[in-house]
């Protein structure tokens, strides 16, 4: 009963797709809802992938209307219809909707397919797509009887494929049609050994319930033809907990009818018939027209083998409308034999004699069929051996003319050799003529580069010269006013001071309160003039340090309209004067330009030393002002300066200043670049 019902599975699925020719109405229902869905994506490569996945759906229904939608689906592509995936992807489709009316067109579309595919590696979905046309196109290769080849295609090419996209779903699924293969040669133990592989792979996806669904139940029809029960016992199990997660799967009628062939081998045929019963329920509410003729014939054999005639009868006249007006005569010829040897076992032998002579007129026609593939055979043999005779005939001939060719061939190669040498040559030629031009103009860019770099440094060097000869006159400058005219009207306001003293103790007038004016302006004076000598070259600068020099900088630029709060950290006492002049110089004009120019009430002072950088920073919150203009303008000088003692110091200095916001200056120096 087994074997016999895996039999007419076959051929009853090679049908599956004809017999929907004209979709049922809810299929149709179906398609469009899907198609209402595709058009509503705003993606195009998404709506295109979306129309050529229901050009698939189609495809068992309708080939017309399959070839519609992966037309529609290149509309919508454009250009990028093109391009080497998308040209694969419809080959692909085409040949889905051309599988089962034309296979020959159907198979070279796949290699169409696989052509383009195979040249898209940089799309993460080529080889996906790559596994499925191969599986499909052994599939006809098993269709047209080439079972071995169609093994090599899933074992050198679909599974290695899967198995380097790590698609357990794909790889396990090509696995298991190895192994249908080996089942249906009667290998059931390398059946068994490819299903085991497949399910180990599958176990671990938590979406693969259908896929795990179908091959437990393949997989216990293969132990139950190995007689193996406990292990077929053990795959029913597994099925029967997927069906109860997944009720309505498509795949469950075959899970009643290997639960079915299970226990009629184990003899309890009634419990066979309530399985085969419950399958066939479900797969008219399923509308599976391929698996109700399937599970009517195991209903069949089972009455039959029950001796319950009338019953076995009843099931297989169900199974006749599927069979007839079908191409296949295979399967009329079984049908309309058990038929006849059914009535002939309930005794009636007129009804027997007339669908005996119905299976008689259909095993003429195979047997013609077969006879005259035969004859058609015979005529190529004939055909082939006046061939060859005409080819021994003409042989002669064509050696003669083959000398000829060779020495010609001879000739041919030694010119096209010596031009090819000619071509190198040139091409050598060409390379070296190249690389010179670029050899010189690489050599002018670096001599301008140079040049430019030299001009640079001439202007540093212009630039230090001039600072450090201000820097110079500034330091004597302070020293004369200092140590000369400050000794001098310091002495002189002593001398008028004793004066006054000595006037006072006589008497006091109005002489006497000029005098004392006179000493007063004497004092303004002095203490002018040390300022401007401590502006020139402060004395705590050389003697106690950057810090105290900063400190002393901004308490002296204080007043009663700005505050500067002054931060310091990790400072030296033992910077090169150089240095400490030009960082104190940047100070100096930052705070004054904060002071005469932003109506800031706060500026914040913060300078630090840090793994070999010392960090400067002057922040207002003035009025603040666009920094490019400002250098640009006349009044811009003091910060063109600034710019040229930080370059002159190998520091960077990054500016954010905005009208409104106020102005931040931050400076980094590398001190040891």
């Not at 087994?2 to 699925?13: D, E, Q, T």
């Not at 009720?247 to 009818?257: D, F, G, H, Q």
Request: net charge neutral; glycine share 6%; aromatic share 10%.
């Amino acid at each position: 009963m087994c074997r016999n019902l895996y039999v007419l599975f076959l051929f009853i699925l090679w049908f599956n797709r004809l017999s929907f020719a004209q979709p049922a109405e809810h299929v149709r229902q179906y398609g469009d809802s899907l198609y209402r869905e595709a058009t509503s994506l705003k993606d195009g490569e998404k709506k295109a992938e979306a129309l050529l996945e229901l050009s698939f759906f189609w495809g068992d229904y309708d080939t017309v209307t399959a070839l519609k939608y992966v037309a529609e689906a290149n509309e919508v592509l454009g250009k990028r219809a093109e391009q080497e995936y998308y040209k694969g992807l419809s080959a692909f489709y085409r040949a889905a909707a051309h599988f089962e009316l034309n296979p020959k067109l159907s198979k070279k579309l796949y290699m169409q397919a696989e052509d383009h595919l195979s040249r898209s590696k940089g799309h993460p979905q080529a080889t996906r797509f790559r596994v499925r046309l191969w599986g499909s196109y052994g599939a006809l290769l098993q269709r047209e009887g080439k079972a071995e080849e169609y093994v090599d295609v899933l074992l050198n090419k679909a599974i290695p494929m899967a198995k380097s996209i790590s698609d357990s779903v794909l790889w396990g699924n090509n696995l298991q049609n190895v192994a249908m293969t080996m089942m249906n040669l009667q290998q059931y133990e390398k059946a068994n050994r490819y299903y085991r592989e497949a399910l180990a792979l599958l176990d671990g996806n938590a979406q693969s319930d259908e896929q795990r669904l179908i091959l437990s139940v393949n997989a216990a029809r293969n132990s139950v033809f190995q007689r193996d029960m406990q292990a077929a016992r053990h795959f029913l199990d597994r099925a029967a907990e997927i069906c109860a997660r997944t009720p309505w799967s498509s795949a469950v009628p075959l899970y009643y009818t290997a639960e079915a062939n299970y226990w009629e081998r184990n003899g309890q045929l009634q419990k066979a018939l309530d399985y085969l019963e419950r399958g066939l329920a479900l797969a008219k509410d399923l509308q599976s027209n391929d698996l109700v003729p399937n599970i009517l014939y195991g209903q069949y054999e089972t009455y039959k083998r029950a001796n319950r005639l009338e019953e076995a009868k009843k099931a297989l006249l169900q199974v006749l409308p599927y069979v007839e007006g079908k191409t296949l005569l295979r399967n009329k010829q079984t049908v309309y034999y058990n038929i006849a040897h059914l009535h002939r076992l309930m005794g009636d032998f007129k009804v027997a004699t007339d669908w005996y002579e119905k299976f008689k007129i259909i095993s003429d026609t195979v047997f013609a069929h077969a006879s005259e593939q035969k004859i058609l055979d015979l005529e190529h043999k004939y055909n082939t051996a006046e061939r060859e005779n005409e080819l021994l005939s003409a042989k002669a001939t064509n050696q003669e003319q083959e000398l000829s060719l060779r020495r010609t061939q001879s000739w041919l190669f030694v010119v096209g050799l010596a031009c090819i040498l000619l071509l190198m040559l040139l091409l050598l030629w060409f390379i070296s003529v190249r690389n010179r031009r670029r050899l010189g103009v690489q050599k002018e860019l670096l001599l301008q580069q140079e040049l430019k770099n030299l001009k640079q440094r001439e202007q540093i060097s212009v630039f230090n010269a001039m600072v450090q000869g201000q820097e110079k006159e500034r330091s004597r400058i302070a020293r004369d006013l200092h140590d000369g005219l400050g000794g001098m009207l310091a002495s002189v306001k002593l001398k008028l001071s004793a004066v006054a003293d000595g006037q006072r103790k006589l008497t006091v007038n109005d002489t006497d309160m000029e005098l004392y004016t006179i000493i007063n302006q004497l004092d303004q004076s002095v203490n002018e003039l040390r300022r401007v000598a401590r502006n020139m070259m402060p004395e705590s600068l050389l003697y106690m340090g950057l810090e105290a020099a900063l400190r002393d900088l901004c308490k002296a630029m204080e007043h009663g309209a700005v505050s500067i709060e002054f931060q310091a950290s990790g400072l030296r006492a033992n910077y090169e004067q150089p240095f400490l002049i030009s960082v104190y110089r940047i100070v100096q004009e930052l705070l004054t330009n904060a002071v005469k120019h932003s109506a800031a009430g706060k500026v914040w002072v913060q300078c630090s030393e840090h793994d070999g950088h010392v960090y400067l920073s002057v922040e207002d919150n003035g009025k603040g002002f666009l920094f490019e203009e400002a250098v640009q303008a006349a009044r811009g000088i003091g910060l063109a300066n600034i710019k040229n003692r930080v370059e002159l110091l190998n520091g960077q200095l990054e500016v954010d200043a905005a009208p409104g916001k106020g102005a931040s200056f931050h400076i980094d120096f590398d001190l040891h670049g």
